[in-house]
T-cell receptor
Framework: GNSVTQMEGPVTLSEEAFLTINCTYT??????LFWYVQYPGEGLQLLLK?????DKGSNKGFEATYRKETTSFHLEKGSVQVSDSAVYFC???????????FGKGITLSVRP | GAGVSQSPRYKVAKRGQDVALRCDPI?????LFWYQQALGQGPEFLTY????????KSGLPSDRFFAERPEGSVSTLKIQRTQQEDSAVYLC?????????????FGPGTRLTVL
């Protein structure tokens, strides 16, 4: 079946530090890949997505590249801000089924 | 416009009680999903509707869980004879079409605590 594995957290960084959050997946067929973010007190929001191999999703300074050869979709940002503090979820959707399969999520805290 | 809304936001139930959780999707959205998020975990799929038809209920953990969407808009997730392991945040999401690439918009969730 489909699964998503995220690196263990939490992660604490200083403002302007470089961020990488690892995500690998197992899926049948050719999945679409997503990063969702949950800010404190808010619902899940789509951060970025990629629908085929070598696609790069980007939004708000975050980027992730769909790597089929390594089955990975790592999230990166060059310079994090305090406002980026949130929980980040990697997810996939595969085949005819529209349901999302999520990783466990990782909490990012950015200190001033 | 208004996003996905869920009510109640918090629900405390005694073990054995029945609960009903409501989801109001974005107006006009055809697809509706329910997910269960245990503490410290990612959301897990429960069930999926396209309009009023429940097309996938493979994620419902037991026959105590029941979902409906009788008029193709508002949906209710019902849990009968609640157990402590049912404690979780229940998320609802909707999307405009059944299209594979359509974004799912999530509500704020209902946090259920079973004592």
């Amino acid at each position: 079946g489909n699964s998503v594995t995220q690196m263990e957290g939490p992660v604490t960084l200083s403002e302007e530090a470089f961020l990488t959050i690892n995500c690998t997946y197992t899926a049948t067929g050719y999945p679409s890949l997503f990063w969702y973010v949950q800010y404190p007190g808010e619902g899940l929001q789509l951060l970025l997505k990629a629908t085929k191999a070598d696609d790069k999703g980007s939004n708000k300074g975050f980027e992730a590249t769909y790597r089929k050869e390594t089955t990975s979709f790592h999230l990166e940002k060059g310079s994090v801000q305090v406002s980026d503090s949130a929980v980040y979820f990697c997810a996939l959707r595969s085949g005819a089924n529209s349901k999302l399969t999520f990783g466990k999520g990782i909490t990012l805290s950015v200190r001033p | 416009g208004a996003g996905v809304s869920q009510s109640p936001r918090y629900k405390v139930a005694k073990r054995g009680q029945d609960v009903a959780l409501r989801c109001d999707p974005i107006s006009g959205h055809v697809s509706l999903f329910w997910y269960q998020q245990a503490l410290g975990q990612g959301p897990e799929f429960l069930t999926y509707f396209q309009n009023e038809a429940q097309l996938d209920k493979s994620g419902l953990p037991s026959d105590r869980f029941f979902a409906e969407r009788p008029e193709g808009s508002v949906s209710t997730l019902k849990i009968q004879r609640t157990q402590q392991e049912d404690s979780a945040v229940y998320l609802c999401a909707s999307s405009l079409r059944r299209d594979y690439y359509n974004e799912q918009f999530f509500g704020p969730g209902t946090r259920l605590t079973v004592l």
